[in-house]
């Protein structure tokens, strides 16, 4: 990831994004990502209710009893496809502005969220229907959010954003207006979205309104 600094040092603690985690490779590594990648196409074409180990198995060409010593059930398969969405090295856009960075964020949540398979989507709506994967999706978002902490980390150190600004809360303002448009209000993507929403958030936190309040020791 590029830098805007001439001579950057260190990242502050909290903003540096956790290592993707690592699996083994081999035999044991091509049967999990043919059992995934049929998870995802079976979600994608069937939902929720149309999901069963049975038919994965078969997608995947394993032998049943496989698919059920490794994951159990669909809860444990929904769960594991999502952690291995944590297994990447994607890293947030660097555009060199607070707006720019959230800006292309929003993009790419556009694009995943608007993807045909709907397999986003149907992972989320999976996660309201299976404590297995309900857990696993609260992981993959705490996971996302810590990866994006750099981008406040960056506008505070340009000068764009007042130190404390709470990362997280900014985050959420900036990326909620296409989670409710595109999945709870199933509009239409609207092009304009992903700029109108990071220009909004990035106005507000400019003008302080993410900046953590001092604890009861400062005041």
Not at 45 to 67: F, I, K, N, P, Q
Not at 173 to 189: D, E, F, G, S, W
Request: aromatic content about 4%.
């Amino acid at each position: 990831m590029t830098s805007t600094d001439s001579e950057p040092g260190p990242e502050p603690e909290g903003t540096r994004p956790p290592p993707p985690r690592r699996r083994p490779g081999g035999r044991t590594a091509r049967i999990r990502t043919q059992v995934l990648d049929a998870v995802r196409a079976e979600l994608g074409e069937h939902g929720y209710d149309g999901l069963t180990t049975d038919a994965v198995a078969a997608r995947a060409g394993v032998h049943r009893t496989t698919v059920y010593r490794r994951w159990g059930d669909v809860g444990g398969l929904l769960a594991d496809v999502l952690d291995a969405a944590s297994d990447d090295d994607w890293q947030p856009p660097d555009t060199g502005s607070l707006e720019g960075d959230l800006a292309a964020l929003n993009e790419e949540i556009q694009a995943a969220l608007t993807a045909r398979p709907p397999i986003v989507v149907a992972l989320i709506a999976a996660s309201f229907r299976s404590e297995k994967a309900a857990q696993a999706q609260q992981r993959l978002w705490e996971d996302r959010y810590a990866r994006c902490e750099i981008i406040v980390g960056r506008a505070v150190r340009r000068g764009e954003l007042p130190p404390p600004t709470d990362a997280r809360r900014l985050l959420i303002a900036a990326t909620a207006p296409l989670y409710h448009q595109l999945v709870l209000l199933r509009t239409p993507a609207d092009p304009q979205l992903p700029g109108q929403a990071a220009r909004t958030a990035a106005l507000a936190a400019a003008a302080g309104a993410f900046v953590e309040p001092p604890s009861v020791d400062e005041t």
